[in-house]
């Protein structure tokens, strides 16, 4: 195995501890690397009004493959109060660096696979016939639309004239929203383009004939946002219809889903819908699986083969400042197993995902969530592994 260069973004809060201890078992799993620090996060918001500097990105563009931590984000008023006195009132406006990594590398196809452990004390259950209890197994793995919709950053308050003239040349706003004022308008945009939809549905079904999921489910809102959602369900029905008809094409409202994955989660493999509702559903599947702590993401360009891979859990700064770390890596190891996979280390891969299930299956080492303890900085006494304890568990399976 060739040695790599890996981009390595800790960013804000717990994204240090949790980088740190997956990097730890990538090391002794084999994996040759040379890790190369790149800053991305709130401290480089507040200090030099960018929270991704241009020398990261340089980075990434060399590289090619990035581990990313997490990152805390703030609203607009917020993030502008923080910035360093130097560099106040200067137009500077905060917007997600992650966002940000996403739209200038078109990392558009996200994947977010759920799967339970066994094992794992905060797994989903349910009530079965003559009152007993059922554990279903999860394994639903969701593609979400990464750079367009919701997220596309397309929006105002008090909307330019231009935009507004627009809107009014729509009825629907001219019947409800003529009379309100224009200064009082906020207006995002939810914009689908047809290339950035059949890449994702693409995606997802390619996925689902790889490893033999019997369905891939488009979960979005077309009997309401009837020309997003309704041309991302058509789209899908064609190319079902033309290419995959081996595998079955569900249909489901963003709502509705909510509701059936805590009454029959294990009916459904992979999942696709736009930016908004994949990121809704995603955690939605990481609470039964054991809530953010388990949940891992992977977002690539397949035309240029950058790929960044992070857990989906924040930067919960709160816990950043414990004296020992308590919270769980587990999402963070996952995600560099993806990236494993992305780079065809298919088997090494494996190895640290059966030694992450023979430490969960066996209990002996659990962190504070999966004891079901506050998250206070006094459980490692009371007996939750810390967030080095688990890394050394798992390394020892290794």
Not at 76 to 85: C, V
Not at 276 to 291: K, N, R, T, Y
Request: charged fraction near 25%; include cysteine.
């Amino acid at each position: 195995m060739a040695k790599r260069t890996i981009v390595s973004m800790p960013g804000d809060g717990i994204g240090k501890n949790v980088l740190e201890a997956a990097i730890r078992v990538l090391d002794v799993a084999g994996f040759e690397a040379e890790y190369v620090h790149a800053d991305i996060g709130w401290e480089f918001w507040c200090n030099e009004g960018n929270p991704l500097p241009q020398r990261t990105l340089y980075l990434i563009e060399k590289h090619k493959i990035a581990l990313f931590g997490a990152i805390t984000s703030k609203p607009k008023d917020a993030a502008a109060a923080e910035l360093s006195p130097a560099l106040q009132d200067k137009g500077l406006v905060y917007s997600s660096p992650i966002v940000g990594l996403r739209q200038h590398f078109g990392l558009d196809i996200c994947m977010r696979p759920c799967r339970s452990y066994k094992g794992n004390p905060l797994n989903f259950v349910r009530r079965g016939p003559n009152d007993t209890i059922e554990e279903p197994e999860i394994d639903a793995v969701i593609f979400r639309q990464n750079t367009e919709g919701l997220y596309s950053g397309v929006e105002w308050s008090n909307p330019p004239d231009k935009v507004y003239e627009a809107l009014m040349t729509h009825p629907k706003f001219v019947k409800n929203f003529s009379k309100t004022p224009k200064e009082e308008l906020s207006v995002s945009t939810r914009i689908f383009t047809r290339k950035a939809t059949e890449r994702i549905l693409r995606a997802a079904f390619e996925h689902a004939k790889k490893y033999g999921y019997k369905s891939v489910t488009v979960c979005e809102k077309p009997n309401v946002i009837r020309e997003t959602s309704g041309m991302m369900y058509k789209m899908a029905q064609q190319i079902q219809k033309s290419d995959y008809p081996e595998i079955e094409l569900w249909n489901t409202n963003i709502d509705a889903q909510m509701m059936w994955l805590t009454k029959n989660p294990d009916n459904y493999g992979v999942i696709v819908a736009g930016n908004m509702f994949g990121d809704i559903v995603s955690d939605g599947f990481a609470g039964l699986i054991g809530g953010l702590g388990f949940a891992c993401s992977a977002q690539f360009n397949p035309d240029t083969g950058i790929g960044v891979f992070e857990p989906t859990h924040g930067s919960a700064p709160k816990y950043a400042d414990y004296p020992v770390s308590i919270v769980n890596p587990i999402a963070m190891v996952e995600s560099a197993c993806m990236m494993l996979d992305y780079i065809d280390e298919n088997a090494m891969a494996a190895r640290i995902r059966k030694a992450v299930a023979t430490v969960v299956a066996e209990g002996k080492v659990r962190t504070y969530d999966m004891m079901k303890m506050a998250g206070r900085p006094d459980v490692v006494e009371k007996g939750a592994a810390s967030t080095s304890q688990i890394a050394d568990a798992i390394i020892a399976q290794l």
